[in-house]
Structure formats: C-alpha cells, structure tokens
C-alpha cells in the first residue's frame, strides 16, 4: 500500500462546500463494514450504508440515524432493490454522488463442478448487479459534471487459481468493464478506479461457497479430492498470513474518494502489488509453470484417475 502511495501523485481534493453522498454496498462484514465505520464518522460526506435485509437491523444499532447517515437494504442481485433504493436516495438527498461496489460473493470450485445456476450467481453479484447499480447512478453524476466509480475488484481478477475459476471471471469482467467506463467517463469528469486486494486478513474465508459436488469430492476420494484438500487451506492460510486488515483496505479506499483524478488501477497491498508486478515482469512461459510448481501437492492431483497420472 505504502509503495502505491509513491507511485501515484496523489492529489487531495479541496474542501468543498457540498456533503458528496457515498453509497457503499455490502456492508454487514468485511471491508464494507470497515468503509461504514470510516466513512460515517466522517461529517463531511453523507453515507448510504446498506446490506441484505437480514443484517440491516443489526447495521441499523450499529449505526444510528443522523443528519449524515442512512442504513438501507439493498440486495444487489435484484433490480427492484437496485431501483427502489437510488429512488430513495434522489428524494433523500439528490443522487448518490460516489459509488463504492464492494459486495461480492466467491465460489470454491472446479469448473467441473459448477452449474449454470452457480456460475451465474457469481456473476450477478459480482458483475451484473455492480454494473446495473453503476447504469443506475451515472445520469445524475453525468449532468453534474462529477462523480466517482469505485470497483473493489481483486488480485484475482489479473491472475487465477485453481478452484477459484468463476470469481477470476466475475473479477475480470469487472475490471475490463470498469477501463472501458474510465474512458467513457473522462469527458464528463466522472473517475473510475479498481481497488485490487491481494489477500486480506479476516473471516471472509467463512463465506465461500461450495457447489455440492465440490463438498462430495472433497469429503470423498475422486479426480478432484486433492484439489480441494490442497486449496482449501493453502488459501486460508495465505489470508491468515496476509499483514492487510479489512480496515487498511477501508483507508485506500477513503483516499481514492478524496483524489482528485485517482487512477484507474489501484493495488491494496503487499500482495497485490507482488502479484501485479509479477505478472507483468515475468516472461510469460515462465509464469504458469513456475505458480504451478508453486500448488502445494501438485504432484499428487489427480493421481490414480488418470493415464496421465497413474498411482
Ligand atoms: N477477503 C479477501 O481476501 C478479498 C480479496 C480480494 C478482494 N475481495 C473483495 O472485497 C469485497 C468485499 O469482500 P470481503 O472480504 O469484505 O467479504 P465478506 O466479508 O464476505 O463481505 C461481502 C459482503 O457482500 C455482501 N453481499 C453478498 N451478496 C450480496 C448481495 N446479493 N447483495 C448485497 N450484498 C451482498 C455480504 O452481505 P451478506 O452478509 O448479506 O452476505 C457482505 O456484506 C468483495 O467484492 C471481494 O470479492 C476480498
């Protein structure tokens, strides 16, 4: 994080006389509730903070209504949820002027083992539901000549793992979908920026889910057994090594709101930047095969279920 701040010339907006409303998505845990804690305290913005029906109450003793801040439900899936709450924001207080897409899902599995339903539950939470959400709010950022889109993407989304095929996808759409608005967004001063978290450290790791096959697979002994058996603590144990907290992502991203001009890609974290860096200064044909070398027990996958590798 440290280094981004140099790379970057940050340029702090000048106090304004008007209160940006931001509206943060998903935050019942997490980076969004980290980014509802930061940004409600900050009198200078207006906060929409807003979470599936389930956690709202639990948001609403949390954080009690003031002047600055509003606790609404908003399932980013559903296009009545979308549609009824930007609604009620226009009438509250004119038009969200900052969006921050942070809620996401992720599935652990093989490609294999997903379904058409699966597949296309990542990507509504993950890509289709953001992308509506932003289709929502641009007319009003449009003709006030500002705004900002902000995209919590992941390192994921620049570099795949196995059994993480569909949130790469969801995370990767996003990310092209996001360059594309930052070039169509230019004339009408409205910024588009993607924050990249490597691994953070917290309890997300809790919300992944798993196709029912996956769950088979792993408990039983098949062709994919390994893979899972490998990945699932490898992954947690790389979040749980990681130095990032949810918070530290919270303050990037506080920072992206108060630049002027902030850039498009935003690596949060050491992790992040070691990957982006990575990918980009290492020759090609050498990427794949050295991360793969890299799985933990690699050598065993699928090994009895396969010409190719036999026991
Ligand atoms: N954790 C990491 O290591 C990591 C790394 C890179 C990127 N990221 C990205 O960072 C973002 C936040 O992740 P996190 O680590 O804070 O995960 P998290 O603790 O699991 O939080 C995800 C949030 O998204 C919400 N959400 C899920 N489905 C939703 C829906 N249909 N409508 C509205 N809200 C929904 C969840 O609410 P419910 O309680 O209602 O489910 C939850 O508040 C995600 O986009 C994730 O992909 C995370």
Known sequence: MSLYKYVYWFKRTKPSSYKPVILITGCSSGIGFELAKTFSNIPNYRTVITARAPSVEKLHSLFPSADNIRVWELDITSEISRNQLVEKIRKEWEGVDILINNAGISYRSVIEHMTDKDELAQMTTNYLGPMALIRNVLPNMRRKGRGKIINVSSVSGMLAMPTMSSYSASKAALEGASEALWYEMRPFGIDVSLIQPG???????????????????????????????????????????????????????????????????????????????????????????VLYRCLPGVEHWGEGFSKKRSR
């Open 199 to 289: 691994f953070i450290h917290s309890d997300s790791f809790k919300n992944v889910r798993y196709t029912e096959r996956g769950e088979k697979s792993e408990n039983n002994e098949d062709e994919y057994s390994a893979f899972y058996r490998n990945m699932k603590p490898f992954v947690s144990r790389l979040m749980g090594m990681s130095r990032t907290p949810a918070s530290k992502i919270a303050e990037l991203i506080l920072l992206v709101v108060q630049t002027e001009r902030p850039p498009l890609w935003v690596p949060a974290g050491f992790g992040a930047e070691f990957f982006y860096y990575l990918r980009r200064l290492m020759p090609r044909r050498l990427l794949h095969p």
